[in-house]
């Protein structure tokens, strides 16, 4: 998504749902332009949100790390500063 819509995209996980929209900050993005994904039976402990810069693709934050369960089972995936995923 670098670069569509000269913009920074992110990634927001909540609730079962993670949507992936343009801006800066989930709370002001354009709506029309999320795309939206159920993430069913899978918790949670935060909602989570990475925005990723325009141009280089690299997260604004330089680690995150997420902590997913589904039926009794922890999974955590990490993304480092280069925006690249581990799990």
């Keep these: ?3 569509v819509g000269d913009a920074d995209w992110g990634v927001h996980i909540e ?3 993670l949507t992936v929209f343009q801006g ?15 993430l069913n039976s899978v918790t949670i402990s935060a909602p989570i949100n990475i925005v990723y810069q325009k141009f280089s693709g690299e997260p604004y934050n330089n680690s995150n790390e997420i902590s997913l369960v589904t039926n009794e089972e922890t999974t955590v995936i990490n993304v480092n500063e280069e925006g690249v995923v581990s799990y």
């Design 24 to 38: 800066n900050n989930f709370d002001s993005r354009d709506i029309a332009k999320d795309e939206e994904y159920d």
């Design 15 to 17: 609730n079962d749902q």
């Design 1 to 3: 998504r670098a670069q």
